[in-house]
Structures are given as C-alpha cells and as structure tokens.
C-alpha cells in the first residue's frame, strides 16, 4: 500500500460528530478510514486529524492547510464549505476559485487528496430554497475540481441512502454513527481498499411519522439545536470556541 501517512483536515463531518467513544470524544469516518489503513500499511502509519466543528472554508485554510503540508503526508482529506453555504455571506464567484487553489496546493506537495460531494442533508433541515441551490453548486465545483486536479472523489450526494434519518443525529446536520461507518466505506471504496461490509449496512427506513408527532418533534429539536445554532450567529459564536484539534500531529493508530 502506497500510503504511510493520513492528514484528516475540516470541519465537523472530519472531526467525528456525532459517533461518540465511550469516552465521549468522537471518532468519525476518518478514524475509520485510518484504522484501516493502518492494518494494511503497519505499525509506521501515522494519522493526525485536524479537523474542528464549526470551522468555516477561511478558516481551514488559513489554520488547517499549512500544517497538513508540513507534515507532506501521503494521503489528505480535505472537505470544507459546509458551514459557508449556511451562511448569507457566502459569495460562490469567490468561494470556488479559492477551493480551486487551496486543492491544486494540497496536490502540488505530492499528495493524494480526497474530496467530497455532500449528501442532501437539507432534507430535513429549513431554509432548504435558499441554501440547497449553494450546496449544488458547491458540489458542482467539487467535482470539476477533483478532475482538473487527479483528486480522489467520493460522491455522497450521489447516494441517496443518507436520504434515511437513521444515518443522522438528532441534530439532523451531523452523521450518527452509521452514517460515519458509510461514508469510512465509501472512502475506503475509492482509495480501492477494502472494509468491513457491515459500514455499509444501514437501518431500515422508519415509518413516517403521524403529522402531529411529526410537528412536536420539530419543534423539540427547534429547541435543542435550531435556536442554539442562531443565537451563536447572533454573537459571532462558533460551536468550535476553544475546541482543539483530537490528532494535531501525525502518530500511530491503535488497531482495533
């Protein structure tokens, strides 16, 4: 295997949240995915994931990206702009010739990089009219990207699976545990490795729910998520505030 070392850089959907350890720091696809390769490449592999929830593109890149080229590992992930399409500031005729070059740097230093195409996680959330146009395009620019640059490209949105709730917190922004177990497979899929087959089982999709129970439950996570979310727009907050990268360097990955 031609990969002894694995940068994980982004946001939430890299750090983990929502698929907890018992301890309750969060594990994710990307530990996954470096586990796995871990077994294949053997006790010299080193993973370091810098990814920090809530985290916008600016910020990746000005944080994120020089260290993940200083370490000159052999594989990056790179997934960034989730956060920006949510915001009314986000300006597409900027954003994508800047993810254009922050990708073209990532594969100038030598390595392999993986990009994404976000699931429809708008499914299930508001404002779906005005921020799923933005997540199309950027999705769209994705893809153009991946090819011009030889970027490894997994294509989430492409698969309507994570159209199932169960593969979502009840936060209905982050992936639950299954849904990170999916997407380590989808990735390990394209890096042309295998996984273990049960990542790719999901629940059965749940029965729709009576509209009354459907209602109440939107408004219960209204409450616990909705209004938490804007209240930290409404003072410049981030869910990230004093939160640190889990794997700041490169290291050993303890095999399961």
């Not at 990969?3 to 018992?22: C, H, I, L, N």
């Not at 985290?55 to 994120?64: H, I």
């Not at 909705?226 to 209240?231: E, F, G, R, S």
């Amino acid at each position: 295997m031609r990969w002894r070392s694995y940068v994980a850089v982004g946001d939430s959907f890299t750090e983990g949240m929502d698929d907890a350890y018992p301890d309750g720091s969060y594990r994710g696809w990307a530990d996954l995915v470096a586990t796995r390769l871990a077994a294949e490449a053997g006790p010299d592999f080193g993973y370091a994931n810098l990814a920090i929830r809530g985290r916008l593109f600016p910020n990746v890149v000005a944080e994120q990206v020089p260290s993940a080229l200083a370490m000159k590992p052999d594989l990056i992930s790179f997934a960034a702009g989730g956060n920006d399409v949510l915001r009314r500031s986000f300006d597409p005729d900027s954003f994508v010739p800047r993810f254009d070059s922050v990708v073209q740097r990532l594969r100038s230093g030598g390595s392999d990089v993986v990009l994404f195409r976000f699931a429809d996680v708008m499914a299930r959330l508001p404002g779906q009219r005005l921020v799923a146009p933005r997540v199309a395009l950027l999705n769209r620019a994705v893809g153009e990207v991946a090819e011009r640059h030889g970027a490894i490209l997994v294509d989430l949105y492409a698969d309507d699976t994570y159209l199932n709730p169960l593969l979502w917190s009840t936060d209905r922004l982050h992936l639950s545990a299954a849904g990170h177990r999916r997407v380590a497979a989808q990735v390990l899929t394209a890096l042309g490795i295998g996984c273990e087959e049960e990542w790719l089982m999901v629940p059965p999709h749940p029965a729709p729910s009576p509209w009354l129970a459907a209602r109440a439950a939107d408004l219960r996570w209204a409450g616990r998520h909705l209004a938490p979310w804007i209240k930290r727009r409404l003072t410049g907050r981030s869910s990230g505030d004093f939160v640190t990268a889990k794997r700041p360097v490169l290291g050993p990955v303890e095999r399961d």
